[in-house]
């Protein structure tokens, strides 16, 4: 195992590799949350090599700007030749999906494979899809309040704010899981787990590249095996993925039932069987 801080493109990123065997590189979302996919990690570290970090501006990464996608992009992969590795899968969740697909589109020559998970494609019109979704999945004390604070948090400043926004944080993630009772299990969503600033600004940022025409043109042109996972019980729906999925010319989509946002909460057994299923055999259907 091999872990520590390494310069990267003018920061110092935290990094974990354990295992051998084909590489794997597992992108966290947020974006400014930290890595939090050790449970997918322990899927896939008997057989295969697997890379974990904590994103520029993330937890136990240094928090040096600027923030924005395309520094994220150079970031991984400046990340990929200060470990010496020629080519690697990529795997991003929630917003790390964007990431991992993004990067695929500017080093598709880098990338094995493409394994986008409960990612919401790009279309912008999702955002909306998942905020109704969102609120009819709260228990109805837990929608009056969301939207209390929702309409209250700009009021607020300081420390006020700052708990506002935690609990507002903690409310949307209730709706993520189809077992509400492994809440416990979640990714932690508060101050000093995920940095606001990388959220606002990454956030911004990746809305404008998802209406690039020149992006969208990059990523009708990935040809590398991509597998898309959701969750069929995920609030963010998964026809924007599926859409997505269809502009690529080898890809194949599972939709996994009882599992929401975080398919290895839910479905540890079925997320570890479709992700091994796909590695084992994708390179049989290379094009």
């Known amino acids: 195992m091999q872990s520590g801080m ?6 110092k990123l935290w990094h974990l590799m354990n295992g051998q065997g084909l590489p794997v590189v597992l992108l966290h979302g947020g974006p400014g949350s930290y890595d939090y996919m050790e449970p997918v990690a322990e899927m896939l570290t008997r057989d295969y090599q697997v890379i974990r970090y904590d ?3 993330s937890f136990r990464s240094a ?26 899968v990529v795997c991003g969740h929630s917003w790390g999906a964007f990431l991992a697909l ?12 493409l394994i986008y998970m409960s990612g919401t494609g790009i279309d912008p019109d999702w955002h909306q899809d998942y905020r109704v979704n969102r609120l009819k999945l709260m228990q109805a004390a ?10 209250t948090v700009e009021q607020l400043s300081g420390k006020e704010q700052e708990n506002a926004l935690n609990r507002i944080r903690y409310l949307s993630a209730g709706t993520d899981l189809f077992y509400p009772e492994r809440r416990h299990l979640l990714p932690k969503t508060e101050s000093p787990y995920l940095n ?40 963010r729906p998964a026809g924007y993925a599926a859409r997505l999925s269809q502009l690529l010319s080898n890809s194949r989509m599972k939709v996994l039932p009882q599992a929401g946002h ?11 069987q479709t992700l091994r299923d796909f590695l084992n055999n994708y390179n049989l259907e290379k094009s």
Not at 73 to 88: A, V
Not at 262 to 267: N, T
Request: hydrophobic letters at 35%.
């Open 63 to 88: 928090k040096k700007g600027p923030y924005h996608t395309a520094i994220m992009i150079k970031d991984l992969e400046q990340l990929r030749m200060s470990l010496g590795i020629e080519r690697w």
């Open 55 to 57: 994103q520029r501006g």
């Open 262 to 272: 975080y398919p290895w909460i839910d479905q540890p057994a079925l997320l570890c």
């Open 102 to 113: 993004a990067y695929t589109a500017c080093y598709e020559e880098r990338v094995e494979a």
């Open 196 to 235: 606001a600033e990388v959220n606002a600004s990454v956030n911004s940022d990746t809305a404008n590249w998802m209406v690039k025409n020149d992006f969208r043109l990059q990523v009708r042109k990935i040809r590398v095996p991509s597998l898309f996972v959701h969750g069929a019980a995920d609030p």
């Open 6 to 11: 390494l310069e990267v493109n003018g920061t």
């Open 142 to 151: 837990d929608r009056e309040e969301y939207t209390y604070l929702r309409s």
